[in-house]
């Protein structure tokens, strides 16, 4: 099977498995894991931030971080297609007792104009806005990513209106290879920042988020009631550093399969393709026009041992990484264009 449903089907390399089994441990929920205590520093480091928290998914980094910033009423800010409202179960609800106000972006992106709409007046009787959520890169919207330059001015109207930002930043190494822009760059746009070490970047589990040192010692505590507390969780860690030290460059590989994959599934019939927004690893294939449904298009392809998923409700999504090479995505694209032709009868 050549798999393309998410950069999450990695598994660890040799050199990575024998990273995690010579790792130091201790435990973690004392704060004596010397591994986990080591990645934590590196990615504050890397972000610029004064402190980092590793917890055992991108969803629980999210959660905590809307959780810290937010009191129960407040409203958050997020786009439309954004994972914190889409794919994370409803958990701004469920655990914060928050509402998210969504708002159209422009590939995924938001701007000051679309935030300003969406700002509550000061009215006792509607929810306070609290912070604003931006997704980069904006995965359901084909890997997009933002300029600094917007990261900037967003931030610094949230700055003026009393809100806070988070940065749900799960590839934000990839929108730093694709971009040129440092990962601390991008984080100094945010009041809090969660990254992903198992998308992309090829380790079996974690996220870390990072921000205040004040902030993370909150967001701790909450780790804790949300069952993210982990032990000897330096195997792990040790996994995420491997990852950090020898996977991100090479982001740039998984970026030229995702083009090459968009520009050969474009011309397909029943298939369209809005090539400016593959600008990382993700591809968005609408199939609206296609004369079967997009779960006839994912049977008839797993059949042929090529495995895409639903990227949107509408659509179907390619994610290349560093388990499928340039030669799998070529016969992926090959096995595509068959399927699809004989599907559409041409």
Partial sequence: MIDLRSDTVTRPSPAMREAMAMADVGDDVFGEDPTVNRL????????GKEAA???????????????????????????????VFNYE?????????????????ERGRLDIEGITR???????????TRLVCLENTHNRAG???????????????SREKGLKLHLDGARLWNACVARGVSPAAFAACADSVSVCLSKGLGAPVGSV???????IDEARHYRKIFGGGMRQAGILAAAGLYALDHNVER???DHEKAAFLARELATLPGMSIDLETVETNIVIIDVE??????????????????????????????????????????????????VMLNLQGA
Avoid at 57 to 77: F, R, W
Avoid at 325 to 338: G, H, I, L, N
């Fill in 40 to 47: 934590q520093e590196q990615v504050a480091q890397l972000l």
């Fill in 53 to 83: 928290l590793y917890v055992p998914s991108g969803t629980m980094g999210n959660q905590l971080c809307i959780k810290v910033h937010t009191h129960p009423g407040d409203e958050v800010i997020a786009e439309r297609g954004s994972h």
């Fill in 89 to 105: 179960t409803a958990g701004g609800a469920f655990l914060s007792s928050i509402q998210i106000h969504t708002v159209d972006g």
């Fill in 118 to 128: 969406a700002i509550r007046p000061s009215f006792y009787y509607m929810p306070r």
């Fill in 143 to 157: 890997g997009t990513t933002y300029s600094l330059e917007r990261m900037k001015e967003v931030f610094a109207f």
């Fill in 209 to 215: 988020i990072a921000g205040a040192r004040s902030f």
């Fill in 251 to 253: 982001l740039r590989e």
């Fill in 289 to 338: 026009r296609a004369s079967v449904s997009p779960a006839e298009i994912l049977s008839r392809l797993r059949e042929r041992g090529i495995l895409l998923s639903l990227g949107n409700y509408l659509g179907l999504r390619a994610v290349t990484h560093l388990d499928v090479s340039m030669k799998d995505v070529q016969q992926a694209a090959s096995v595509v264009r068959d």
